[in-house]
Nanobody
Framework: QVQLVESGGGLVQAGGSLRLSCAAS????????MAWYRQAPGAQRDLVAS???????DYADSVKGRFTISMDNAKLTVDLQMNSLKPEDTAIYYC?????????????????WGRGTQVTVSS
């Protein structure tokens, strides 16, 4: 089973920066897409940014121009560089990945979530 482990959350003042990292581990993984979602208290979990194996990126309108997502295909990591942070960026950030994983004898799909990392932006 593919496991995702996030790191890099924390407390930062408005206007500051944070970098989140997520590492995928498992048995012969071939991810199609890796992404970051976030969930604020009382709100639904929303897509922040995603990146495909081919390098295509997609961003929520609220973070365009401030956040940058990048994936290292060889290391199976996805990073989210967050600049010009705002208090409304405060949330738990979750890493997500989907693709294919080698099982005992064949490849099968996977769809995994990390446990989340807290990002708090003070005003």
């Amino acid at each position: 089973q593919v496991q995702l482990v996030e790191s890099g959350g924390g407390l930062v003042q408005a206007g500051g920066s944070l970098r989140l990292s997520c590492a995928a581990s498992g048995n012969m993984i071939s991810p199609n897409t890796m992404a970051w979602y976030r969930q604020a208290p009382g709100a639904q979990r929303d897509l922040v940014a995603s990146v495909t194996i081919g390098g295509r990126t997609d961003y929520a309108d609220s973070v365009k121009g401030r956040f940058t997502i990048s994936m290292d295909n060889a290391k199976l990591t996805v990073d989210l560089q967050m600049n010009s942070l705002k208090p409304e960026d405060t949330a738990i950030y979750y890493c997500h990945a989907e693709g294919f994983e080698r099982g005992s004898s064949t490849w099968g799909p996977f769809n995994s979530w990390g446990r989340g990392t807290q990002v708090t932006v003070s005003s």
